[in-house]
């Protein structure tokens, strides 16, 4: 299969009244404009989930519209019409083609968290039996690196030349482009196979916090509080809306911060802070994956956001 290069032409549209606007106008701030794109909101998964019998997939399996794309964060730059993948999630044929059609976007490059089937996964996709692409830069820790390079099929992206490896080091920070950077830090989770790492992204007049899986809060030696307050967006692990989600399983051993204890360690913050935080990662068992859900109501009842599809977040 030929390689190809991954660019399509479509149109921006970013809320802003845009026809309205003269062309140049247009022009000036289709230059300047820098923004996250949510391309999937659920938990590695996804939603629905395969055998799952319970009311909560069986209503999207009878209306696949319901569906949620596994969690994804795009993050895009108008001015080198690039964008930079945050997870290779399962559904990222879908995803990128998203970014195709309503952003003209070529991929960048992507970054991956951590060796759970979610985040990765989506990685096959680039070998020679599908997109074949060449040396699409592909960042990851150096745990994460070696779980590549010494487990098939991913070995062969690396042989074949689809992706070329970029080390990342903890806490260090990568610019991309001229107006906008990344930095990564590691969270405690189940790293049976890699690190895990959650990003800071510094945009030309925001920034953002995406931690899509983390252990609990206070088995982090970082402050969340504190780095929520440093941001303007937080983008945080809700995998699980409380204890009694999963009747019967030893939550002990997925140890997630339930939405209800996030809610309670930031109780406290102002309405500012809390309409900064957006959950995410969603379990299929989570409420707060059905957006007309009483859970819903709850959470944004209390000043709390919940992530959802194509939403946009200028940088």
Not at 49 to 56: D, I, R
Not at 57 to 70: H, I, S, Y
Not at 89 to 104: G, R, T, V
Not at 210 to 239: C, G, M, N
Request: proline share 5%; glycine share 6%; charged share 20%.
């Amino acid at each position: 299969m030929k390689r190809f290069s991954i660019s399509l032409a479509a149109l921006i549209f970013t809320g802003i009244n845009f026809m309205a606007l003269s062309s140049n106008a247009q022009g000036q701030i289709r230059e300047k404009q820098t923004e996250i794109v949510v391309l999937g909101i659920a938990q590695d998964a996804g939603y629905p989930q395969l055998n799952c019998k319970k009311e909560c997939c069986q209503r999207v399996f009878k209306n696949p519209a319901l569906a949620e794309k596994v969690v994804s964060l795009a993050i895009y730059n108008q001015k080198t019409q690039q964008y930079f993948l945050l997870e290779a999630s399962p559904d990222i044929s879908a995803q990128h083609q998203y970014m195709q059609e309503k952003y003209a976007a070529t991929l960048a490059g992507v970054f991956v968290s951590h060796a759970h089937i979610g985040h990765y996964t989506g990685l096959m996709y680039f070998g020679k039996e599908a997109a074949n692409t060449n040396l699409l830069p592909l960042y990851v820790m150096p745990r994460m690196q070696d779980f590549l390079l010494q487990n098939a099929p991913w070995e062969a992206l690396i042989k074949n030349k689809n992706v070329e490896l970029h080390a990342l080091t903890n806490h260090a920070k990568l610019p991309l482009g001229d107006s906008v950077s990344i930095q990564v830090f590691k969270v405690p989770h189940r790293d049976e196979y890699s690190e895990t790492i959650g990003y800071r992204i510094i945009g030309p007049n925001k920034t953002a916090l995406f931690i899509p899986d983390i252990d609990k809060w206070e088995r982090w030696e970082i402050d969340i509080i504190s780095l929520i307050k440093e941001v303007d967006y937080a983008f945080l692990d809700a995998t699980f809306f409380d204890g009694k989600e999963l009747p019967g399983r030893d939550m002990s051993s997925i140890p997630h911060p339930f939405v209800a204890e996030s809610m309670a360690l930031f109780a406290h913050l102002p309405q500012g802070e809390k309409s900064k935080i957006f959950f995410i990662h969603l379990n299929h068992t989570n409420p707060l994956i059905n957006p007309q859900s009483q859970a819903s109501g709850q959470v944004e009842g209390a000043g709390f956001s919940i992530a959802r599809e194509k939403m946009i977040f200028p940088l």
